[in-house]
Every structure is written in C-alpha cells, then in structure tokens.
C-alpha cells in the first residue's frame, strides 16, 4: 500500500457505483490488456510490466473501495442497533 496510498486515489473513491467500478476495468482490459498483444504470441517486457502496475493499482484500488463499503455497512448497523 505505500506505492499507492489512499490519498492518490482521492477522484476514483468518489465513484460509489459498482457498476462504475467494473466499466473503468473493463475499458483498462480494452485499453491496456487487450492492446499490443495477439493470439500466438508472446507479451513484450514493456507489455508485462505496464500491465503488472496497472493491475497492482487496481487492487490497491479495489481494497479500498472494500474497506469503504465495509465501513458504510457497519456504520448502519450500528445506525439500527442504536434504534
């Protein structure tokens, strides 16, 4: 997590949608993972490496997001606990 700290990723957690959430993966699998590689043959270095720190970030990313929605979701637990 200290390449990617919370604060770098301050515009994609205000994205709450998940939907949203798996349309930014699928354009960064159309945009990145998709692009520069071909049946039969083999990913370049250059390939590998962009498509390994993209996908590094994603997850920083996704756990995150998790947190969040965990926090979210015992926050209104105990909103209803409290009733």
Known sequence: M???PKESFTEELKVTDVALWA????NLAVSNAYAGIYEGGEPSQKY???N?????KRIC???YRLAMLFEKSLES???ADDK
């Open 52 to 56: 390994q720190e993209v996908a590094r």
């Open 48 to 50: 590998l490496k962009e």
């Open 61 to 63: 990313l996704a756990g």
């Open 2 to 4: 200290k390449a990617y």
């Open 77 to 79: 637990q105990a909103e």
């Open 23 to 26: 349309q930014e993966s699928y």
